[in-house]
């Protein structure tokens, strides 16, 4: 385990058994229709290449990826939200999944649905590998949620602090000296 890293919450193997039973969820409630997947960048990307990979055949899959200002160096929302990199193709007509790491105060992914729906999307649905209800200020609905956890700030499988530790396999709690001065 990383030095900085306190407690692992999910362990690669935890992670790909969730991840597949996802996977098979949205394989059945798409069956037959197309789906543009929609990585919100970069903390998704881990959990987007795996999920999709759990998706089956059945399914008509393309990728497209949006980039929101986050957190930067803090691990507190600012609750200003901007597109940074915007979809490659226009989503008007078809159903989209967002793919994104964790919602919290729900701050980024209230604007971004909204934002895609007013784009005129067929439909706008939400996958989100964790979720952490007590933070919430802004109401938002995942379709698809891999784990619900408490108000711990965690790194690891995509998930940053100052752009570090996205390539631990493992979901870990941040030791709180890591951004307590
Ligand atoms: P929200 O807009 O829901 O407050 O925040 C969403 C974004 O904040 C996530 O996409 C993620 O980048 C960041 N975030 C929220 N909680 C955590 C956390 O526990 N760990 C990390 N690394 N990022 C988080």
Redesign the pocket.
């Known amino acids: 385990m990383h030095q900085d890293v306190k407690e692992i919450l999910y362990t690669p193997k935890q992670l790909a058994a969730r991840v597949t039973e996802l996977g098979r969820d949205i394989s059945r409630d798409y069956k037959g229709e197309s789906v543009v997947l929609v990585g919100?960048l970069k903390?998704a990307i881990v959990f987007f290449t795996d999920l999709a990979r759990a998706i089956d055949d059945t399914v008509n899959v393309s990728f497209d990826f949006i980039s929101c200002s986050?957190?930067g160096n803090s691990?507190t929302?600012t609750g200003v939200?901007r597109i940074l990199k915007d979809l490659d193709r226009s989503v008007e007509g078809k159903h989209v999944l967002v793919v994104?790491?964790?919602?919290?105060?729900?701050?980024?992914?209230h604007y971004l649905l909204d934002n895609l729906r007013a784009r005129g999307a067929k439909s706008v649905r939400l996958a989100a590998l964790l979720n952490?209800p007590d933070?919430r200020k802004m109401d938002v609905h995942v379709d698809y949620v891999g784990f619900v956890i408490p108000d711990?700030?965690?790194?690891g499988y995509g998930?940053?602090?100052a752009e570090r530790y996205r390539h631990l396999p493992y979901i870990g709690i941040l030791k709180e000296e890591m951004y307590q001065d």
């Open positions: 919100v903390g986050s957190y691990t929302s939200v994104e790491d964790i919602v919290d105060t729900g701050t980024t992914l952490k933070r711990y700030f965690v790194v998930l940053d602090f």
